[in-house]
Protein backbone atom coordinates (compact mmCIF):
# COMPACT_ATOMS: atom_id res chain seq x y z
CA UNK A 1 0.00 0.00 0.00
CA UNK A 2 1.27 3.60 -1.28
CA UNK A 3 2.22 5.99 1.41
CA UNK A 4 -0.72 8.74 0.71
CA UNK A 5 -3.13 5.87 1.35
CA UNK A 6 -1.85 4.45 4.36
CA UNK A 7 -1.65 7.98 5.32
CA UNK A 8 -5.64 8.06 4.52
CA UNK A 9 -6.14 5.16 6.36
CA UNK A 10 -4.21 6.30 9.81
CA UNK A 11 -5.54 9.54 9.40
CA UNK A 12 -8.91 9.99 7.48
CA UNK A 13 -11.06 9.81 10.30
CA UNK A 14 -10.00 12.21 12.22
CA UNK A 15 -10.19 14.45 9.22
CA UNK A 16 -13.96 13.46 8.80
CA UNK A 17 -14.87 13.53 12.22
CA UNK A 18 -14.04 17.40 11.98
CA UNK A 19 -15.76 17.30 8.61
CA UNK A 20 -19.00 16.06 9.76
CA UNK A 21 -18.70 18.52 13.00
CA UNK A 22 -18.39 21.42 10.38
CA UNK A 23 -14.88 22.14 10.35
CA UNK A 24 -14.81 20.81 6.41
CA UNK A 25 -18.21 20.41 4.98
CA UNK A 26 -18.26 18.21 1.80
CA UNK A 27 -21.07 19.09 0.18
CA UNK A 28 -23.28 16.10 -0.77
CA UNK A 29 -23.95 14.68 -3.85
CA UNK A 30 -25.42 16.50 -6.94
CA UNK A 31 -28.31 15.10 -8.68
CA UNK A 32 -27.98 11.64 -9.96
CA UNK A 33 -27.13 11.08 -13.41
CA UNK A 34 -24.17 10.08 -15.60
CA UNK A 35 -22.24 12.81 -16.57
CA UNK A 36 -18.43 13.70 -18.53
CA UNK A 37 -15.57 13.40 -16.55
CA UNK A 38 -12.60 15.35 -17.46
CA UNK A 39 -10.12 13.20 -16.27
CA UNK A 40 -11.84 9.60 -17.33
CA UNK A 41 -10.39 7.91 -19.47
CA UNK A 42 -13.54 5.26 -19.73
CA UNK A 43 -16.37 4.03 -18.22
CA UNK A 44 -14.48 1.03 -17.59
CA UNK A 45 -11.34 3.30 -15.89
CA UNK A 46 -9.41 0.93 -13.24
CA UNK A 47 -9.22 2.19 -9.66
CA UNK A 48 -6.20 1.75 -7.95
CA UNK A 49 -5.32 -1.05 -5.33
CA UNK A 50 -5.56 1.36 -2.87
CA UNK A 51 -8.38 3.27 -3.39
CA UNK A 52 -10.02 -0.37 -3.44
CA UNK A 53 -8.71 -0.91 -0.02
CA UNK A 54 -9.90 2.70 1.27
CA UNK A 55 -13.05 1.34 -0.09
CA UNK A 56 -13.14 -1.43 1.57
CA UNK A 57 -12.17 -0.42 4.89
CA UNK A 58 -14.36 2.91 4.94
CA UNK A 59 -17.47 0.85 3.31
CA UNK A 60 -20.51 3.40 2.77
CA UNK A 61 -18.01 6.82 4.26
CA UNK A 62 -15.44 6.23 1.62
CA UNK A 63 -16.59 9.34 -0.28
CA UNK A 64 -17.23 11.75 2.52
CA UNK A 65 -13.75 10.44 4.34
CA UNK A 66 -11.49 10.48 1.05
CA UNK A 67 -13.67 13.53 0.03
CA UNK A 68 -12.45 15.15 3.14
CA UNK A 69 -8.90 13.85 2.86
CA UNK A 70 -8.53 15.14 -0.65
CA UNK A 71 -9.30 18.43 0.65
CA UNK A 72 -6.66 18.20 3.48
CA UNK A 73 -4.33 17.15 0.53
CA UNK A 74 -5.32 20.84 -1.74
CA UNK A 75 -4.91 22.86 1.47
CA UNK A 76 -2.07 21.90 2.24
CA UNK A 77 -1.00 22.23 -1.28
CA UNK A 78 0.30 18.56 -1.36
CA UNK A 79 -1.30 19.20 -5.17
CA UNK A 80 -0.21 16.05 -7.02
CA UNK A 81 -1.75 13.75 -4.13
CA UNK A 82 -5.21 15.51 -4.05
CA UNK A 83 -4.94 15.18 -7.80
CA UNK A 84 -4.77 11.70 -7.37
CA UNK A 85 -7.07 11.23 -4.94
CA UNK A 86 -9.80 13.42 -7.10
CA UNK A 87 -9.66 11.77 -10.14
CA UNK A 88 -10.03 8.54 -8.97
CA UNK A 89 -13.42 9.92 -6.45
CA UNK A 90 -14.79 11.43 -9.93
CA UNK A 91 -14.53 8.10 -11.66
CA UNK A 92 -15.60 5.94 -7.75
CA UNK A 93 -18.97 8.24 -7.53
CA UNK A 94 -19.69 9.91 -11.20
CA UNK A 95 -22.81 11.75 -9.79
CA UNK A 96 -20.85 13.94 -7.32
CA UNK A 97 -19.57 16.98 -8.53
CA UNK A 98 -17.13 17.65 -5.74
CA UNK A 99 -14.16 15.94 -6.89
CA UNK A 100 -14.75 17.66 -10.32
CA UNK A 101 -14.69 21.11 -8.60
CA UNK A 102 -11.33 19.56 -6.92
CA UNK A 103 -9.79 18.89 -10.03
CA UNK A 104 -10.10 22.29 -11.27
CA UNK A 105 -9.21 24.03 -7.96
CA UNK A 106 -6.32 22.12 -8.29
CA UNK A 107 -5.56 22.92 -12.27
CA UNK A 108 -5.77 26.91 -11.07
CA UNK A 109 -3.42 26.64 -8.09
CA UNK A 110 -0.90 24.94 -10.14
CA UNK A 111 -1.23 27.53 -13.31
CA UNK A 112 -3.03 25.67 -15.23
CA UNK A 113 -6.19 27.87 -15.57
CA UNK A 114 -7.03 26.48 -18.99
CA UNK A 115 -7.80 23.29 -18.11
CA UNK A 116 -9.34 24.38 -14.83
CA UNK A 117 -11.91 26.01 -16.66
CA UNK A 118 -12.74 23.39 -18.96
CA UNK A 119 -13.06 21.21 -16.09
CA UNK A 120 -15.47 23.57 -14.59
CA UNK A 121 -17.06 24.24 -18.36
CA UNK A 122 -17.92 20.37 -18.58
CA UNK A 123 -19.16 20.52 -15.28
CA UNK A 124 -21.71 23.34 -15.46
CA UNK A 125 -22.78 21.72 -18.84
CA UNK A 126 -24.06 19.09 -16.85
CA UNK A 127 -25.15 20.47 -13.85
CA UNK A 128 -26.45 24.38 -15.00
CA UNK A 129 -28.65 24.82 -12.02
CA UNK A 130 -25.42 23.85 -9.29
CA UNK A 131 -24.94 27.21 -8.06
CA UNK A 132 -21.80 25.89 -6.09
CA UNK A 133 -20.13 25.38 -9.72
CA UNK A 134 -21.11 28.74 -10.76
CA UNK A 135 -19.47 30.23 -8.38
CA UNK A 136 -16.26 28.77 -9.06
CA UNK A 137 -16.34 29.93 -12.11
CA UNK A 138 -17.06 33.24 -11.54
CA UNK A 139 -14.06 33.34 -8.82
CA UNK A 140 -11.91 31.65 -11.58
CA UNK A 141 -12.70 34.28 -14.25
CA UNK A 142 -12.18 36.95 -11.77
CA UNK A 143 -8.83 35.83 -11.00
CA UNK A 144 -7.60 35.83 -14.39
CA UNK A 145 -9.81 39.69 -15.03
CA UNK A 146 -12.07 37.77 -17.22
CA UNK A 147 -14.74 40.76 -16.32
CA UNK A 148 -16.97 39.75 -19.80
CA UNK A 149 -17.17 36.62 -18.62
CA UNK A 150 -17.38 36.89 -15.13
CA UNK A 151 -20.06 39.32 -15.38
CA UNK A 152 -22.33 36.46 -17.32
CA UNK A 153 -22.12 34.39 -14.70
CA UNK A 154 -22.92 36.66 -11.90
CA UNK A 155 -26.18 37.12 -13.41
CA UNK A 156 -26.57 33.18 -13.78
CA UNK A 157 -25.51 32.86 -9.61
CA UNK A 158 -28.07 35.62 -8.67
CA UNK A 159 -30.88 34.38 -11.32
CA UNK A 160 -30.04 30.02 -9.17
CA UNK A 161 -29.76 31.92 -5.83
CA UNK A 162 -31.33 35.21 -5.11
CA UNK A 163 -32.01 34.97 -1.84
CA UNK A 164 -28.24 33.09 -1.08
CA UNK A 165 -26.90 36.09 1.21
CA UNK A 166 -23.44 33.86 0.16
CA UNK A 167 -23.95 33.43 -3.33
CA UNK A 168 -25.40 37.33 -3.32
CA UNK A 169 -21.92 38.33 -1.34
CA UNK A 170 -19.61 36.89 -3.61
CA UNK A 171 -21.53 38.09 -6.69
CA UNK A 172 -20.61 41.78 -5.30
CA UNK A 173 -17.34 41.12 -4.56
CA UNK A 174 -16.94 40.56 -8.28
CA UNK A 175 -18.84 42.88 -9.52
CA UNK A 176 -16.78 45.36 -7.69
CA UNK A 177 -13.64 44.16 -8.56
CA UNK A 178 -15.10 44.35 -12.52
CA UNK A 179 -15.60 48.03 -11.87
CA UNK A 180 -19.37 47.74 -11.66
CA UNK A 181 -19.70 49.36 -8.17
CA UNK A 182 -23.30 50.61 -8.37
CA UNK A 183 -24.20 47.13 -10.01
CA UNK A 184 -22.48 45.64 -6.85
CA UNK A 185 -23.90 47.47 -4.21
CA UNK A 186 -27.64 45.85 -4.06
CA UNK A 187 -26.16 42.65 -3.65
CA UNK A 188 -23.45 43.51 -1.18
CA UNK A 189 -26.08 45.59 0.71
CA UNK A 190 -28.62 42.20 0.77
CA UNK A 191 -25.71 40.18 2.16
CA UNK A 192 -23.90 42.23 4.46
CA UNK A 193 -25.95 45.73 5.20
CA UNK A 194 -25.24 48.70 3.44
CA UNK A 195 -22.70 50.30 5.81
CA UNK A 196 -20.48 46.55 5.52
CA UNK A 197 -21.41 47.15 2.01
CA UNK A 198 -19.56 50.74 1.30
CA UNK A 199 -16.89 49.45 3.57
CA UNK A 200 -16.51 45.96 1.19
CA UNK A 201 -16.23 48.56 -1.80
CA UNK A 202 -13.93 50.61 -0.14
CA UNK A 203 -11.85 48.19 1.21
CA UNK A 204 -11.40 46.95 -2.50
CA UNK A 205 -10.88 50.15 -4.10
CA UNK A 206 -8.38 50.53 -2.06
CA UNK A 207 -6.74 47.22 -3.05
CA UNK A 208 -6.86 48.60 -6.65
CA UNK A 209 -4.49 51.59 -5.24
CA UNK A 210 -7.78 54.21 -5.56
CA UNK A 211 -7.65 55.40 -2.31
CA UNK A 212 -9.05 58.53 -3.44
CA UNK A 213 -12.41 57.26 -3.78
CA UNK A 214 -11.71 54.59 -0.83
CA UNK A 215 -12.24 57.58 1.22
CA UNK A 216 -15.21 58.79 -0.09
CA UNK A 217 -16.60 54.94 0.18
CA UNK A 218 -15.17 55.15 4.27
CA UNK A 219 -17.06 57.87 4.65
CA UNK A 220 -20.72 56.57 3.74
CA UNK A 221 -19.84 53.90 5.23
CA UNK A 222 -19.66 55.81 8.75
CA UNK A 223 -22.90 57.73 7.82
CA UNK A 224 -25.04 54.44 7.30
CA UNK A 225 -25.62 53.24 10.46
CA UNK A 226 -22.50 51.41 10.82
CA UNK A 227 -22.51 48.44 13.65
CA UNK A 228 -19.09 47.95 15.80
CA UNK A 229 -16.99 46.28 13.55
CA UNK A 230 -17.96 48.19 10.37
CA UNK A 231 -17.16 51.43 12.54
CA UNK A 232 -13.78 50.56 14.04
CA UNK A 233 -12.51 49.07 10.42
CA UNK A 234 -13.87 52.01 8.46
CA UNK A 235 -12.21 54.37 10.98
CA UNK A 236 -8.66 52.29 10.43
CA UNK A 237 -8.68 52.66 6.81
CA UNK A 238 -9.96 56.01 6.83
CA UNK A 239 -7.05 57.04 9.31
CA UNK A 240 -4.65 55.12 7.12
CA UNK A 241 -5.67 56.85 3.70
CA UNK A 242 -6.47 59.97 4.94
CA UNK A 243 -5.32 60.98 8.26
CA UNK A 244 -7.03 65.10 8.39
CA UNK A 245 -10.06 63.75 6.54
CA UNK A 246 -13.29 64.17 8.92
CA UNK A 247 -14.80 61.37 10.29
CA UNK A 248 -18.57 61.57 10.38
CA UNK A 249 -20.17 60.12 13.19
CA UNK A 250 -22.69 57.93 12.48
CA UNK A 251 -26.85 58.94 12.29
CA UNK A 252 -28.56 57.92 15.82
CA UNK A 253 -32.18 58.30 14.01
CA UNK A 254 -32.57 54.60 14.28
CA UNK A 255 -30.87 51.22 15.65
CA UNK A 256 -29.68 49.08 12.93
CA UNK A 257 -28.49 45.16 14.45
CA UNK A 258 -24.56 44.27 13.37
CA UNK A 259 -23.96 43.56 9.81
CA UNK A 260 -21.58 41.10 10.46
CA UNK A 261 -18.96 39.31 12.88
CA UNK A 262 -16.99 37.98 10.72
CA UNK A 263 -13.98 39.15 8.32
CA UNK A 264 -11.81 37.56 5.53
CA UNK A 265 -8.71 39.72 5.39
CA UNK A 266 -10.82 43.01 5.94
CA UNK A 267 -13.66 42.63 4.18
CA UNK A 268 -16.56 41.97 6.26
CA UNK A 269 -17.93 38.35 5.21
CA UNK A 270 -21.75 37.81 4.74
CA UNK A 271 -23.62 35.33 7.30
CA UNK A 272 -21.15 35.64 9.78
CA UNK A 273 -17.95 34.54 11.03
CA UNK A 274 -16.35 32.21 8.15
CA UNK A 275 -13.85 29.36 8.71
CA UNK A 276 -11.22 30.80 5.83
CA UNK A 277 -8.93 27.45 4.31
CA UNK A 278 -5.33 28.43 3.88
CA UNK A 279 -5.85 28.27 0.04
CA UNK A 280 -7.46 31.01 -1.87
CA UNK A 281 -6.74 30.79 -5.31
CA UNK A 282 -4.64 32.75 -7.54
CA UNK A 283 -5.56 36.29 -7.47
CA UNK A 284 -8.21 36.26 -5.29
CA UNK A 285 -6.68 38.75 -3.00
CA UNK A 286 -8.29 39.88 0.42
CA UNK A 287 -11.61 38.12 -0.35
CA UNK A 288 -11.72 33.95 0.09
CA UNK A 289 -14.32 31.92 -0.66
CA UNK A 290 -15.18 29.64 2.11
CA UNK A 291 -15.46 27.11 0.06
CA UNK A 292 -14.90 24.22 2.08
CA UNK A 293 -17.20 25.33 5.13
CA UNK A 294 -20.76 25.60 3.10
CA UNK A 295 -22.93 28.31 2.79
CA UNK A 296 -22.30 30.49 6.06
CA UNK A 297 -24.62 30.34 9.05
CA UNK A 298 -26.74 33.47 8.70
CA UNK A 299 -25.88 36.52 11.12
CA UNK A 300 -28.84 38.36 12.66
CA UNK A 301 -29.11 41.11 9.94
CA UNK A 302 -31.06 43.17 8.25
CA UNK A 303 -31.67 41.33 4.98
CA UNK A 304 -28.49 40.88 3.77
CA UNK A 305 -16.96 36.09 6.72
Known amino acids: MSKSYRLVLN??????????????????????????L?????????????FR???????????????????????????????????????AYPDNVQPQLGIARVEEATGRGEQALTVLQNAAAVHPQNV??????????????????????????????????????????????AGRVQDALPHLTF???RSAACYNVAWILHEQSRDADAVSWLQ??????????TAERSKLLLAEL???????????DRVVPAS????????????????????????QGAVRPARHAGPAPQAVVQPRR
Not at 17 to 22: E, L, M, N, V
Not at 147 to 176: F, H, S
Not at 220 to 229: C, G, I, V
Open 11 to 36: SVLLLASCAFCGCALVSGSAASGSHF
Open 38 to 50: PFRKAATAKLSPE
Open 53 to 91: EAQRMFGRNTEKNLLAWALYQEDTEQYAEAMKTYRELAI
Open 132 to 177: EVQLQLMRLHTSEENWQECLKTCEIVCNLAPTDQNARYEVGIAMVR
Open 191 to 193: AVG
Open 220 to 229: QALSEHPDRQ
Open 242 to 252: SPAAPQPAPRR
Open 260 to 283: AEGDQGGVIRAGGPVDVPSWSGPG
